[in-house]
């Protein structure tokens, strides 16, 4: 008699069931974090509906009007949009690409110094303006750039590189600028805590044979710390590739006025703008549609460029 073996997919399926048996514990421990997901993250996706009608709050949901693609045909074809959607890419790369640069030497720098508890005051310095509120933040940016009695004005005027107060806030090239200076200000010290936890796993007896060859800080720095955590920063850079459209919101809405307005709107100040103050929720809804579809489509095509090259993958 000729018998057929149990095929590989049946014994994954076996094997995955029984490892959530013996992991009852850790299921039930994740069931709320998990309900939750699905309430305020997978349920809301339910809206998106609106994208696809001339959604009228009076109306219930059978009432609506389908318009199809008509929204997004407009929101690709609407210079305002266009506008915004410059501005938002332009700010988000600046940050990412300042933020990582800044971050790693910042991490890089710190791991350099030997005194531990000044380098414990340095790291803890760098990282409490990130508990600082958005609000709070662009108030001190606001009085630093201020024409009356502004730090950076004063200091320019009394090295010679100025003969008047600059109103910054009112030079719309300016603008990205500055919302990157004040990014780096607040989150630079702790995006270093990540690489700062990966230089630690670093094998000390690397540094240690380097230093016999005759390697110095700079060298080691190069051709063992950099190194050591190119793994994390590429992770890191597939994460945040999938936020390449989110520029931030409040910076740019509490530092914005009127003079840099072509400049400082970001997609979720139009969907604010639209959704709420205008009322066009169907348009408003579209423009979040694609911002989510870009990010999510960055986030599989950077992981697919970095297992190409062979290096490690987020998914």
């Known amino acids: ?27 039930l421990m994740s069931l709320p974090i998990l309900i939750y997901v699905v309430i305020f993250s997978y349920y809301p996706i339910w809206g998106w509906t609106m994208a696809f ?74 990282y409490l303006p990130h508990f600082l509120s958005w609000i709070i933040v662009t108030g001190i940016v606001a009085n630093t750039l201020s024409v009356d009695g ?24 300016y603008f990205w600028g500055i919302v990157a200076g004040s990014h780096i200000w607040k989150e630079v010290g702790w995006n270093a805590i ?31 710390t950099l190194p050591g955590i190119k793994s994390i920063v590429i992770i890191l850079l597939i994460m945040n590739l999938g936020w390449i459209l989110e520029a931030g919101f409040e910076v740019q809405y509490l530092l914005g006025n009127g003079v840099v307005v072509d400049w400082s709107q970001t997609i979720d100040i139009f969907v604010l703008k639209y959704g709420l103050q205008v009322g066009n929720y169907s348009l408003a809804t579209a423009a979040g549609i694609f911002k989510t579809a870009v990010s999510i489509t960055l986030i599989f095509a950077a992981n697919k460029i970095a297992q190409r090259f062979g290096e490690d993958k987020l998914i």
């Open 53 to 126: 009608q001339n959604f009228s709050p009076a109306k219930q949901f059978s009432e609506q009007q389908w318009v199809g693609f008509k929204q997004f045909k407009f929101l690709f074809s609407d210079e305002i949009f266009l506008q915004v959607l410059r501005n938002t890419i332009g700010m988000s790369l600046i940050n990412m690409v300042l933020g990582f640069v800044t971050a790693i030497v910042f991490a890089v720098l710190l791991n350099e110094i030997k005194n531990k508890l000044y380098k414990r005051t340095i790291q803890t310095i760098s």
């Open 150 to 173: 502004g730090i950076v004005n004063d200091v320019l005027m009394k090295l010679g590189f100025i003969n008047e107060p600059v109103m910054w806030l009112s030079k719309p090239h």
């Open 194 to 224: 990540i690489y700062l936890a990966a230089i630690t796993s670093i094998d000390p007896s690397l540094y240690e044979a380097a230093e016999i060859d005759g390697a110095n800080r700079y060298k080691k720095m190069m051709h063992i």
């Open 1 to 27: 008699m000729i018998t057929s073996k149990p095929s590989a997919k049946a014994g994954t399926k076996s094997s995955v069931f029984k490892r959530m048996r013996g992991q009852k514990q850790l299921m």
